[in-house]
């Protein structure tokens, strides 16, 4: 019986390279999928999802007035049977597309899994993932961990002097220079200006070790 899931986590803690790899066992196993995207999200390119460490594939971007049980049914009369659909970057969905997603489980019977950040820089749910959390068969929290050593939770915005970001729009794109995960007591630290982040340097090869400041 097919299911909607939704995988959730604060920011950089893999849910792109995941997605990839569980599409990536799907097709070895000689299994077809649709990846989705939110064209609100450009970063991996056009076309594209993208994670960190380099994995990529092609993806269907989608604008949030499109009917989403509509672009899987096209999908499949196109190109035939579907055995899943992923959606990356989960939380830029409406709450009607969430209500699409069920659909797609529901009355196609294919399972959708949906990634996604649970919280803002505000500490406030994205509509997406308001509705994900309330209607999907199964909930998974992809875990990563705060500076501090704690599990994080929370996503910062920040400046470029590492100082909280506290007011603006809920969406604003951004990557490392602009979005830190970090636990909730240090959230509350860093929102109250206790203190500031300090931004994260370019990545290393493996086993290349960190230069001393």
Same mark, same amino acid.
């Given at each position: ?100 997603? +069920?659909?797609?489980?529901?009355? !196609?019977?294919? %399972?959708? #899994?949906?990634? *996604?950040?649970? /919280?803002?820089? &505000? ?69 109250? +200006?206790?203190?500031?982040?300090? !931004?994260?340097? %370019?990545? #290393?090869?493996? *086993?290349?070790? /960190?230069?001393? &400041?």
């Amino acid at each position: 019986m097919a299911k909607l899931f939704f995988y959730y986590s604060a920011m950089n803690a893999g849910k792109t390279t995941t997605l990839l790899q569980s599409a990536y066992n799907y097709h070895e196993r000689g299994m077809r999928t649709l990846i989705m995207l939110p064209a609100v999200d450009t970063r991996g390119g056009d076309g594209l999802v993208a994670s960190r460490i380099g994995l990529q594939a092609k993806a269907l971007r989608f604008q949030r007035h499109e009917d989403l049980l509509a672009v899987v049914s096209r999908d499949i009369e196109t190109r035939g049977k579907l055995d899943c659909v992923f959606v990356d970057e989960a939380q830029f969905l409406t709450k009607a597309q969430v209500s699409q997603l +069920g659909d797609v489980v529901d009355r !196609l019977d294919v %399972p959708v #899994l949906a990634y *996604g950040l649970r /919280t803002d820089f &505000r500490g406030e749910l994205f509509e997406g993932s308001q509705y994900l959390l309330a209607w999907s068969d199964t909930l998974q929290e992809i875990k990563t961990i705060c500076h501090t050593g704690k599990k994080a939770t929370m996503v910062v915005r920040v400046d470029q002097h590492g100082r909280a970001v506290t007011e603006g729009p809920q969406v604003e794109i951004g990557g490392n220079d602009r979005y830190v995960s970090v636990s909730r007591a240090e959230y509350k630290r860093v929102m109250a +200006g206790e203190t500031h982040i300090e !931004l994260q340097q %370019p990545m #290393l090869p493996l *086993g290349e070790p /960190t230069p001393k &400041r």
